[in-house]
C-alpha cells in the first residue's frame, strides 16, 4: 500500500521542526519589522516637529530685521536718517538682541556703521563692485525686498550674515540699509546648537550663488550624508536650509530584544514539535 506523502510529512520529526522553527521565525521577523516602521514614523515625525519649530524661531528673529532696515529706510528717505544715523542705530540695536550692527549703504558703499568699533574696516567698501559678494545684493535689488547673505567672512574678520533692504528715493535706487548679525548670534537665534537641545543635531546650509554648490556652516556635515534619517527645511529669505537629526542613533537597539526572543521562540518550537 502506497503511504500518503502528507502523512510521510510527519514521520520526519527534523523537517516538521525545522518548518515549525521557520515560521516561528517569520512571525517574530515581521513583528519586528512594523515595530521598526513605528518607531522610525515616530522619530520622523518629531524631527518635523523639531525642524518646523527651529524656523519658526528663525523667522521671528528675522522679523526684527525687517523691522530695523524699514525704520532706516524711513530715515533715509523722509528724515535724512544718515545725519542722525548713530542715535537711531544705537536705539534699534538697544531693543533687538539678535542684531549685532547697523549699516547705510549709499549706492554700493557702506558709508554708515554702527557701532563703528571695530568694524572700521568695512567703511567705503563698495559691495557691489565685489563679483565673490554682489550676487545676493543684486537679488535683494530686483526683487525690491529684505534678503538676507551669508553666512560670510566680513572684512571686519568675523562670519556673519547680512541682511540687506533696498531704498529707493523718488523712484531711483538709493542704497542698502543693512543689518548684521553674527554667525553666533544667528545660531543662537535659531537655537540651532547642541548645547541647548542635545536630544538633535543640527546643520545650516546654503547653495553658494557663485559655484552652485551646497555649503555647510556648521560642524559635522558628514552626519547629514544620505541614508541618514535626517529632515530638512528652507528659509527663503536667505535660500538657507536647516537640516535636523536626532543625537541617539541607536534607536534600532531595542529592536534587539525582539529579535532575540524570536530567535529563542523559534528554536525552542522546532525543538519542541
Known sequence: MKTNPFFSFFKKPVIIGCSIALVLLLITAQFAYQRYLIQKA????????????VKEKLQTALNHSLSATKTLSLLVTRYNGERDFDTVAKSILESNKYIDG??????GVITKIYP?????????YNILEDTLRNKEAIRAINDNELFFAGPIQLRQGYP???????ITEQGKFWGFAAVIIKLSTFIKAAEIDSAHNPGFIYQLSKIDPNTGKEVFFLPHAEFFQQGQQVVSTKVSKGNWIIYVRSADSRWPVTLLPIIILGVLLSASGGLLA
Not at 42 to 53: G, H, I, M, P, Y
Not at 102 to 107: D, I, K, Q, T, Y
Not at 160 to 166: E, F, I, K, N, S
Open 102 to 107: 547697523l549699516e547705510l549703504v549709499r549706492a
Open 42 to 53: 515616530e522619530q520622523t515625525k518629531e524631527l518635523n516637529r523639531e525642524a518646523q519649530d
Open 116 to 124: 563703528l568699533q571695530g568694524n572700521e574696516q568695512a567703511l567705503g
Open 160 to 166: 556673519a550674515v547680512v541682511g540687506r533692504l533696498p
